[in-house]
């Protein structure tokens, strides 16, 4: 049984780790190296790159909370594109943020040791073990240290842009463009990495108190508040240092506060720098350990990896798995290309969250109901597949060719694992369909299910009995037309049988019932409903009536619930009566009725409609 991780983190929560994932290296060592490429016009490219994020934290935020589940980007890639790419971008993902933390540990190492005789890399292994032991005790703790982390640090960096703004000398600025324009989106997709942190939220979607408002909205405030730091701290340090000092230097930000502040701030600053990379490498272990645990719940993994800890409520093995991994990288490999090559998955996977919501989009799975809905669609997914390639030509061949190998072994594990383990339907499947296939079905109900209960659970849905009514019901899809008696005594043959009464008998009471009054409600709508010898009885159908069933006067029905009811349970007869008019009442219900794949998804419109629900 999969055990669900509970709801802890808020929309501050949410903030800070997104915020604090992207403020470490970025900041606090790239814009020296940057200037040396782009000039002061390295202030364009860090908004371009924070520009180019705009449609993958949009796609992002839909997807997510459409699908608010423990695995971020992997647990939709796997239900867009299915199990292969599912275990391919699982990998990606995990080896992607779990390197990013790691360069984030050697980040503190290095200003650690400075203070120390201490080995840069034993420093920060025993800041890794940490950092593990703190989420073994519980997402709540995690999340209130990185709160603290990030507050503390944009205070720093508040200081050092009021402070340092007074002593700016705009000079510096000229000429602008001293690398030419072209450099500017070079170096943009140099400092892109500077914001790869934004979207890890996603993997804590499980967490989350509710997904469909704080992960967007944290998600949107955290890139805003981050643009204007990164471009405000930039303008700062480049008006007070000249160009010779900042030019590739690893610590350009420090220089600067020493420059305006002394030795006494440049020690301030040291510690914000500290507190990035703190944030940075906590943030990181908190969000890469949830992708196997993602992964082995879908048994793309081994099953040990979704163990939850009853105590402290997290996935232990995958968090010490994740941690494990950090430390061997730190101790045995050489960390600068590998995260180069990270950097490179980053963006690829950039680009499968644009082409996982049009696929999501275009398969038309009424199941499918994020909170968050991505504007202008699809253009802002194009741009963001379009900005992805572009940053990924810039990476240069080696770096690609070297994550085309990782991606490799991925599909290794795909072949020799997952493929006998795993057998998930894909949105991929159901657009397919759509295209080649519309009058056969190649998938399974797997994925609308699953959907459907991925909603009622992120809504707190309550299953009343109009909600198990209706999970039980028989459903008629007819595509033929048929007058009213036809239809009425195949009704009554099904629920005969069912009921163990004579259908002739139940054919005289719908046909006497609707000589008493009409029970075509409304235009398309019917619902036929009789009342029947016995206790405790009481039976739904749905209708979908393509051609349309030909009631009297000639009124044609297509949307038909027939409900069937001892007269005991006159009392649910009525309440189920006004949550069938609750339903049926929204504007789009006749369209999503009529473009339902199969019975599963025109319960599943009804189950998962807005109503009021039954005490």
């Given at each position: 049984?999969?055990?669900?991780l509970?709801?802890?983190?808020?929309?501050?929560?949410?903030?800070?780790?997104?915020?604090g994932?992207?403020?470490?290296?970025g900041?606090?060592?790239?814009?020296g190296?940057?200037?040396?490429?782009?000039?002061?016009a390295?202030?364009l490219?860090?908004?371009?790159?924070?520009?180019?994020?705009?449609?993958?934290?949009?796609?992002?935020?839909?997807?997510?909370?459409a699908?608010?589940?423990?695995?971020?980007?992997?647990?939709?890639?796997?239900?867009?594109?299915?199990?292969l790419?599912?275990?391919m971008?699982?990998?990606s993902?995990?080896?992607?943020?779990?390197?990013?933390g790691a360069?984030?540990?050697v980040?503190?190492?290095?200003?650690?040791?400075?203070?120390?005789?201490?080995?840069?890399?034993?420093?920060?292994?025993?800041?890794?073990l940490?950092?593990?032991?703190?989420?073994?005790?519980?997402?709540?703790?995690?999340?209130?240290?990185?709160v603290?982390?990030v507050?503390?640090?944009?205070?720093?960096?508040?200081v050092?842009?009021?402070?340092g703004?007074?002593?700016v000398?705009?000079?510096?600025?000229?000429?602008?463009?001293?690398?030419?324009?072209?450099?500017?989106?070079?170096?943009?997709s140099?400092?892109?990495?500077?914001?790869?942190?934004l979207?890890?939220?996603?993997?804590?979607a499980e967490?989350?108190?509710?997904?469909?408002?704080?992960?967007?909205l944290g998600?949107?405030l955290?890139?805003?508040?981050?643009?204007?730091?990164?471009?405000?701290?930039?303008?700062?340090?480049?008006?007070?240092?000249?160009?010779?000092?900042?030019?590739?230097t690893?610590v350009?930000i420090?220089?600067?506060?020493?420059?305006?502040?002394?030795?006494?701030f440049?020690?301030?600053?040291?510690?914000?720098?500290?507190?990035?990379?703190?944030?940075?490498?906590?943030?990181?272990i908190?969000?890469?350990?949830?992708?196997?645990?993602?992964?082995?719940?879908?048994?793309?993994?081994p099953?040990?990896f979704q163990?939850?800890?009853?105590?402290?409520?997290?996935?232990?093995?995958?968090?010490?798995?994740?941690?494990?991994?950090?430390?061997?990288t730190?101790?045995?490999?050489?960390?600068e290309?590998?995260?180069?090559?990270?950097?490179?998955?980053?963006?690829l996977?950039?680009?499968?969250?644009?082409?996982?919501?049009i696929l999501?989009?275009?398969?038309?799975?009424?199941?499918?109901?994020?909170?968050?809905?991505?504007?202008?669609?699809?253009?802002?997914?194009?741009?963001?597949?379009?900005?992805?390639?572009f940053?990924?030509?810039e990476?240069?061949t080696?770096?690609v060719f070297?994550?085309m190998?990782?991606?490799l072994?991925g599909?290794i594990w795909y072949?020799?694992?997952?493929?006998?383990h795993?057998?998930?339907?894909?949105?991929l499947?159901?657009?397919?369909?759509?295209?080649?296939?519309?009058?056969?079905e190649?998938?399974?109900?797997n994925?609308?299910?699953?959907?459907?209960?991925?909603v009622?659970?992120?809504?707190?849905?309550?299953?009343?009995r109009?909600?198990?009514?209706?999970e039980?019901?028989?459903?008629?899809?007819?595509?033929?037309?048929?007058?009213?008696?036809?239809?009425?005594?195949?009704?009554?043959?099904?629920?005969?049988?069912?009921?163990?009464?004579?259908?002739?008998?139940?054919?005289?009471?719908?046909?006497?019932?609707e000589?008493?009054?009409?029970t075509?409600?409304?235009?398309?709508?019917?619902?036929p409903?009789?009342?029947?010898?016995?206790?405790?009885?009481?039976?739904i159908m749905l209708?979908?009536a393509?051609?349309?069933?030909?009631?009297?006067?000639?009124?044609?029905?297509?949307?038909?619930?027939?409900?069937?009811?001892?007269?005991?349970?006159?009392?649910?007869?009525?309440?189920?009566?006004?949550?069938?008019?609750?339903?049926?009442?929204?504007?789009?219900?006749?369209?999503?009725?009529?473009?339902?794949?199969?019975?599963?998804?025109?319960?599943?419109?009804?189950?998962l409609?807005?109503?009021?629900?039954?005490v």
């Open positions: 049984m999969k055990q669900s509970k709801k802890e983190l808020s929309l501050l929560d949410i903030f800070c780790v997104a915020t994932a992207m403020i470490s290296s900041l606090f060592i790239l814009p190296l940057a200037f040396s490429k782009a000039g002061p390295v202030i490219s860090y908004i371009l790159a924070g520009v180019l994020c705009i449609p993958t934290l949009m796609s992002k935020a839909e997807l997510i909370t699908m608010p589940k423990a695995g971020g980007d992997y647990f939709y890639i796997m239900r867009g594109f299915g199990p790419l599912g275990t971008g699982g990998f993902s995990w080896f992607s943020l779990s390197l990013k360069f984030a540990l980040g503190m190492g290095a200003y650690l040791s400075i203070i120390t005789n201490i080995p840069l890399n034993i420093i920060a292994v025993c800041c890794c940490l950092f593990i032991i703190l989420n073994l005790l519980g997402i709540k703790e995690a999340g209130k240290i990185q603290g982390l507050i503390a640090l944009l205070g720093i960096l508040l050092y842009i009021g402070w703004s007074r002593s000398n705009l000079s510096n600025f000229s000429p602008f463009f001293a690398k030419g324009v072209g450099s500017i989106f070079t170096t943009a140099f400092v892109f990495i500077s914001y790869g942190g979207t890890k939220v996603a993997a804590l967490e989350t108190k509710n997904p469909g408002r704080n992960l967007p998600m949107i955290s890139i805003l508040v981050t643009s204007i730091v990164y471009t405000l701290v930039i303008f700062v340090t480049i008006g007070v240092l000249d160009s010779e000092n900042l030019k590739g690893l350009p420090s220089l600067g506060a020493g420059s305006f502040g002394g030795n006494f440049q020690g301030v600053i040291s510690i914000g720098a500290f507190l990035a990379f703190i944030s940075t490498a906590n943030a990181a908190m969000t890469a350990s949830r992708y196997p645990l993602g992964m082995s719940r879908d048994k793309l993994m099953g040990y163990k939850i800890s009853p105590k402290s409520n997290t996935p232990y093995i995958a968090i010490l798995f994740t941690g494990s991994f950090m430390i061997l730190l101790l045995f490999l050489k960390l290309l590998l995260v180069k090559v990270a950097s490179s998955i980053l963006i996977l950039y680009i499968f969250a644009n082409l996982t919501l999501f989009r275009e398969s038309k799975i009424l199941s499918y109901r994020p909170k968050f809905h991505s504007p202008f669609y699809p253009y802002l997914q194009i741009i963001g597949i379009v900005g992805g390639l940053l990924l030509i990476m240069g080696f770096i070297l994550t190998i990782f991606l072994l599909f072949k020799c694992y997952a493929k006998e795993s057998s998930q339907d894909s949105a499947i159901y657009v397919l369909e759509r295209l080649v296939a519309k009058d056969k190649f998938a399974s109900d994925l609308l299910t699953e959907l459907k209960d991925i009622l659970h992120r809504d707190k849905v309550t299953e009343d109009f909600h198990r009514l209706i039980e019901s028989k459903v008629l899809d007819i595509d033929e037309p048929l007058k009213m008696d036809d239809f009425f005594r195949k009704v009554s043959d099904i629920f005969g049988k069912e009921l163990g009464l004579d259908p002739a008998v139940l054919f005289g009471k719908f046909a006497e019932r000589k008493e009054s009409s075509v409600l409304r235009k398309r709508l019917s619902i409903h009789i009342v029947i010898d016995g206790k405790s009885i009481f039976k209708v979908r393509k051609a349309g069933i030909i009631f009297p006067e000639d009124k044609l029905a297509h949307i038909i619930f027939v409900l069937i009811g001892s007269s005991d349970e006159r009392n649910l007869h009525l309440k189920v009566l006004a949550s069938i008019a609750q339903v049926t009442q929204n504007p789009e219900f006749d369209k999503k009725w009529f473009e339902a794949r199969n019975e599963d998804e025109l319960k599943n419109i009804v189950l409609a807005e109503r009021r629900r039954m």
